[in-house]
């Protein structure tokens, strides 16, 4: 027997949750319901028991719910009621009936009208009548959100799942699904959700030769030899996995661009995946080398002013929205670390951005122009400062199809850098953030780290350019200055793994930007407990533990790798495990050593960006720049990065700057021991795979925290020559020992060949 659902006499007028309801605090509640009433869904079977898992399916596994929830649910999912009006439609169709049959033991009935309790409609006004007839508000679902409601209909409960496009309607069956996956009730739901950025882009660093640059997660996804014949069933999987999340951009290739993918061979291919992505909402943007009218084209300069260029990237944007209508636009590394760009013409960077600009115009295309720029003629005497001189006094001069598209920090994607000057400081430019989801200085495939902590430190930043509370979240979702134009990118983590993003934790770093991106004001920590909910269980003894841990371990990758504001610390080219003594070489830019950023003699250590030094804090609004101008005011998480102080510096808590220093490498080491010995509890609730998986990855980020520790002490003593604070262990082995040990290969490491000199190779212990 179906329960039947409580109806109220007026359609529409069945509203259990505030309007204000949020998914994250229905989560927050859920998990304590979860508590008090679904012990049935608890029991932990020992991990044996449970089917051994690879990973593929990611957050979206829809495995049985058991308990009390089970029959709610079922009551709740009798029907589906929706027209298969196109592609997206017949997608979230498939993605209901997947997800409900899975966790629900139970496959609804398709209908056309509403005939029982527990119906689910979907659709839009548009590909419904039904839809259409019913007492909802749309305008609260803009063109890509959605509204899920409970109302009664023709006398029967029914979840409703309507959009005002058939995108929003696949997003609001993943969100509907979520609601399932994290336990929470679904008798009286009044959600409305709708993205406050509009391009919620992956950049895809995959070069066409199949490796992907910075990639620790296998090969390229994109199979370009069997394209466009073959459409592997795991761009299908891509696609779903983006969406539930609202992912709607991929830029397939890396930003170090090929030539080639501009040339009719490959936009074949490039077209081929575009079909495989357009259901689900997804459009394809491709990466290109500002030198492409030369190499491809054949002219004698790629001179964004020359009338020849501007008419060979008009016909060659014409020729690729010939074949991909909705293509989205183009992704522009120019004039950084090798790269061609408009600067070898004399040409500003907006002049080089409003030529690709005038090209995709007119079909409705952009431009994500990257701010990365650090080769610039004059190099300034502060990497850090690149940018922001290079691109502040162009505010204003970008066409409005133009996204500069500016790193989270300053430098590069740091374990922690202060945010990027930029934000905030261009009021009539696009910007657009590119946060890397792919773990680069931060544990490659390894470690645990989870991003959500760094990605809401970014996007809550406050810039203080509109005084207090203009956040980058909101420089970037339009609310500060009014753009209409908004976007956010995420270095993508994705590879041919069966796992996808290299480990199973990594996955929630993918997961973590997707909604982020969707809502920046969502919390890292809420994230975190749908992602575990999602991924392994909701049972509140492993949901609890794995979520602090993970809300910790980027802290904790600071403290053993960079603490206190130190950057730049990591070995040459692999960027894996700590190099601080690496000092600049002849031929080489000093900006590519560590000694470079940790300024470390025997006066101190710490770069110093005030009016003393490089002066790079005076690129911030006056408020900071007077706060972190200051060492006695400047947080101690930014210290390094912003002062250069004494070993003997007392800090706030009274320690002096080298005890601090060492305490902090301590710390990480210890928290990932910790770590450890919390995940060696939690087999009962995870299945082998998975649970080994794991606990294999934190004994080699232990194993790789230590080093850092080892060596960072070894190195930074041998010039602050100062005793260990009283019970600090010594590192094991000599600095020379350090030195001498480094990883000639790593993944996702771009240049060939050993990043090591060909010596004995030491072994750390
Ligand atoms: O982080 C650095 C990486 C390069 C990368 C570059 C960039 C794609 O080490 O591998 O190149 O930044 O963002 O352009």
Known sequence: MMKPIPRTSVPGASRGAPASWSLPRALAVACLLVTQLAHADLKPAPSSALPAEDGYRLWLRYVPVAGPWRSRYRAGATELVGADASPTLRAARAELLRGLTGLLQLQPQSMTSVTRDGAIVFGTPRSSALVKSLPLDLRQAGTEGYLIRTLTIDGHGATVIAANTDVGVLYGAFGFLRLLQTRQPIRHLDIASSPKISRRVLDHWDNLNGSVERGYAGDSLWKWESLPEYLSPRYTDYARACASIG?????????????????????????????????????????????????????????????????WWSAKVAEIYRDIPDFGGLLMKANSEGQPGPEDYGRTQAQGANTLARALA??????????????????????????????????????????????????????????????????????????????????????????????????????????????VARVIDGSLYGERLTAIAGVANTGSLRNWSGSIFNQANWYAFGRLAWDPDLSARDIAAEWVAMTFTSDPHFLTPVVTMMMES????????????????????????????????????????????????????????????????????????????????????????????????????????????????????????????????????????????????????????????????????????????????????????????????????????????????????
Not at 691 to 704: P, R
Request: hydrophobic share 40%; net charge neutral.
């Open 247 to 311: 992912i709607n951009g991929a830029v397939l290739d890396n930003v170090n661009a090929s030539p080639f993918i501009l040339t009719p061979f490959y936009l074949r291919k490039v077209a081929a995946l575009a079909g495989v992505l357009r259901p689900y909402g997804i459009r394809v943007y491709l990466s290109v080398p500002f030198s492409a009218p030369v190499s491809l084209g054949k002219l004698k300069s790629a001179d964004p002013l020359d009338p020849r260029v501007q008419a």
């Open 362 to 471: 007119p079909h409705g295309g952009i431009v994500m122009w990257r701010a990365f720029v650090y080769t610039t003629a004059a190099r300034s005497e502060d990497r850090a400062k690149q940018a922001y001189d290079t691109f502040k006094p162009l505010d204003g001069k970008f066409a409005d199809n133009v996204l500069v598209q500016v790193k989270n920090g300053p430098f590069d994607f740091q374990p922690r850098e202060p945010f990027h000057p930029l934000f905030g400081a261009m009021p009539h430019t696009h910007l657009m953030p590119e946060l890397q989801i792919t773990k680069e200085y931060l544990g490659q495939r390894t470690s645990i780290v989870y991003l959500g902590p760094l990605f809401q430190e970014v996007l809550r930043a406050d810039t203080w350019t509109r005084g207090a509370g203009s956040t």
């Open 554 to 765: 980027r802290e904790a990758a600071v403290d053993y790798m960079t603490p206190l504001g130190l950057a730049g610390q990591m070995a040459a080219q692999t960027h894996f495990g700590p190099a601080p003594w690496v000092a600049p070489s002849a031929g080489l830019p000093p900006d590519w050593s560590s000694t470079y950023y940790s300024r470390a003699d025997a006066s101190g250590i710490g770069f110093d960006r005030t009016a003393t030094g490089s002066d790079a804090v005076a690129q911030y609004s006056p408020h900071l720049a007077a706060l972190w101008g200051n060492p006695a005011t400047c947080p101690d998480d930014l210290l390094l990065w912003f002062h250069h102080l004494s070993w003997d510096y007392r800090m706030r808590s009274g320690e002096t700057l080298w005890d601090s220093l060492v305490g902090h490498y301590d710390r990480g080491v210890a928290w990932v021991k910790q770590a450890r010995a919390t995940w060696s509890t939690l087999a009962p609730y995870v299945d082998p795979q998975r649970f080994q998986l794991t606990a294999n990855f934190l004994a080699i980020e232990q194993k790789d925290a230590q080093w850092w520790r080892d060596a960072s002490i070894a190195y930074f003593q041998s010039i602050s020559h100062r005793p260990l604070p009283a019970g600090v262990a010594a590192p094991p082995d000599t600095l020379a020992h350090y030195e001498a040990f480094c990883v000639p290969y790593v993944e996702g490491t771009p240049a060939p060949g050993p990043g090591c000199p060909p010596a004995d190779l030491a072994v750390p212990r």
